[in-house]
């Protein structure tokens, strides 16, 4: 694991000072459920590298568009931070190869798998993050993402979650509130179901691979209900 390891480093030219955060980062939780004596998986630092990625392209697209409107930045970098965005740069990483996976995730094609390799990439910004701070990570995103970033950028994906949060502030409307209903099937094979309400009341629901599919279906089904004409 450590050479496997220690060869990502000298690709990306970046030396962890904490290699566990690094493994931590490339560990799935169906890992972990067979190696009880195995390191943290990546779902926490997932998290944080979601959020780490939102500033650092936030920062970035605040710098670079400057004639953009907050709604049109807003849109660009939901096309930008959104699942098959992340998964084209983890292949052009090979960041499935180092993925540790239990063996029915591994049977399953798990390292194909773009949920998961999506949540890899960001779990390893967010280890990155935690070992060598904000820097950092905005000096990897500038080799590996922001590059790709034009004036001409079009959103990579219909995203029903931005359309429907312009769509409740435009007229006013009570706050929305994502839910994970339900979580199920094996971890190699995982389906979340989704929901979004607004002041006590059920918009809409979605299944989906992960939790952002299946918010993204959700927001999608709420949108039909509150604008079935689909006039902005």
């Known amino acids: ?51 780490v990625l939102e500033l650092a392209v936030s920062e970035f697209l605040y710098e670079q568009f400057r004639s953009y409107t907050e709604g049109e930045m807003t849109r660009l970098r939901a096309s930008i931070v959104c699942e098959p965005s992340l998964v084209k740069y983890a292949e052009a990483l090979d960041f499935g190869r180092y993925v540790l996976l239990g063996k029915g995730e591994e049977r399953a094609g798990g390292r194909e798998r773009p949920a998961l390799l999506a949540d890899v990439f960001e779990a390893f910004v967010g280890a990155l993050y935690l070992d060598q701070g904000f820097p950092a990570v905005r000096g990897f995103l500038q080799k590996v993402m ?54 006590g009341e059920r918009l809409g629901g979605g299944v989906g691979k992960s939790k952002k599919e299946a918010e993204q279906r959700a927001a999608s089904e709420a949108l039909s209900l509150l604008n079935p004409s689909g006039v902005t």
């Open 1 to 51: 694991m450590k050479s496997d390891f220690s060869e990502l480093q000298r690709s990306l030219n970046i030396a962890f000072r904490r290699e566990k955060l690094l493994a931590q980062a490339f560990t799935h939780a169906s890992y972990v459920n067979e190696h009880r004596s195995a390191q943290e998986d990546n779902e926490r630092l997932e998290f944080l590298g979601d959020a």
């Open 146 to 199: 922001f590059p790709d970033i034009t004036v001409e950028e079009k959103p990579r994906f219909t995203d029903f979650k931005t359309q429907l949060q312009e769509f409740v502030q435009q007229r006013a409307m009570p706050a929305l509130e994502y839910r994970i209903v339900e979580e199920r099937g094996p971890a190699h094979d995982r389906e979340f179901a989704a929901e979004v309400w607004m002041d």
